[in-house]
């Protein structure tokens, strides 16, 4: 057993050296007695800015869906994602909602439970604070919103899933109150949630099968920022940022499936681009998302790999973040795949993925999954051809491949 994070990174960031703070000191020339009057009018203004931030840290104002919603359109629109659509399957999401029945309760005297516990229909939420009640019922309505998108996903692929009803084996969540407590809890840094689990390996880099009685001990981990709260768990932000959290939410979604690299991350980054406007996940503006995504990274020659497309199909997980950490945008790759798939290839593409998946389900090493995913395209070299003539025309026209080798 090996302990896998899989994370999703908010983008590099640098780290601010350490400041020591040393006591005031009169400027040369000033008299003493000014300098202590100084000193205490700087006293009392620090104690009056520490009174009105913790002043401000008691107020909570509830989350108005609709205002969230214009809000993310206005995001969207403002970072250049179009009103475009792409064909979908047959049964495949539109608009999920946030389903009608879905609360976040505190268990009380939970045993072996520190700090606070709360549940809904399928997560289990342990909190350091307390939360708002504003706090958990938009806490609550958002995990049960991702929950019920990658359920819907579910209904048209043969994704290996949980049973609805698990009891005691609902989904665990750790809250964390800020980023300190997140790294303490083994975050990791840059990132703004993490699913961590224990996965089997089987020597290639991929998973072995993962049993459903296994889905109590893994857990997504999640700062408060992420989800809006302040550090006294009350709601500070009408619009939250979801990528990152869904994303790590269908990892979590996914686990069973015993998904290569690149699928695991493909569908993560898939159902984590799809916009959250008010309480629904809006699957019709998801493609409209990734195409704006794709079209930036390969304007920024990221999309510039050196090996081929069906090498990425085979990849362990250790070279797909290898790729990352060279510039090369393997997250968007795996995104761009499972679109191609579901929307840009039409019965084709989906039968392939549909086999792929169906192939892992039925416990088949993942090599021989990718067989049958290219046996749709007779060869790696003719989906490659197609995946970049495909995106060419959606304007993605810098993206390059390794040649594959030639038959002989």
Known sequence: MKSLFLTFLAGLGTVSAACTLHAAEPVLGVPLVQAAKGDAKADAKAKADAKAKAKKGDKEEARDPKKA?????????E???????????????????V????????????????GFTYESNNYVF??????????????????????????????????????????????RVVLARNMQEYYSKGGMQN??????????????????????????SDHVLVPFDSV???????????D?????????????????????????????????????????LDFDRCYAVILNKAQKADEGGQLNFNFTLEKFLRMGQQEMYDCMSAGKNSYMLSAMLITYFVHLDGERGLKAIRSYMQALREKKPHDEAVDTLL?????????????????????????????PPKKK
């Open 126 to 171: 342990e909190s350091p604070v307390e939360l708002s009640p504003e706090g958990r019922k938009t806490i609550g309505r958002l995990f049960e919103c991702a929950f019920a998108a990658n359920r819907a996903i579910a209904k048209v692929l043969p994704v290996e899933r949980a049973k609805q009803e698990r009891g005691e084996k609902k989904y």
């Open 228 to 238: 809006g709260l302040n550090e006294q768990g009350k709601l500070v932000k009408n």
């Open 79 to 97: 970072s250049g994602v179009k009103n475009v659509r792409a064909k979908s399957p047959s049964e495949w999401p539109h608009k999920v909602p």
């Open 240 to 280: 939250i940022d979801t990528h990152t959290l869904v994303h790590e939410l269908t990892h979590q979604n996914f686990a069973l499936n015993r998904l290569g690299t690149w699928s695991s991350e493909g569908w993560a980054e898939y159902v984590g681009y799809v916009p959250y406007v008010g309480e629904d």
């Open 69 to 77: 919603a214009m809000q993310k359109k206005k995001e969207l629109r």
């Open 375 to 403: 046996e749709h395209y007779k060869g790696g070299a003719a989906l490659q051809k197609d995946f970049l003539r495909t995106w060419k025309m959606k304007k993605v026209r810098q993206m390059v491949f390794a040649e």
């Open 191 to 216: 990132s703004k949630g993490v699913f961590m689990q224990q996965v089997p390996d089987d020597g290639t880099g991929h998973p072995q099968p993962f049993q459903e009685s296994d889905i109590h």
């Open 99 to 114: 389903p009608a029945d879905t609360q976040l309760a505190e268990v009380k005297d939970k045993p072996g439970s520190a």
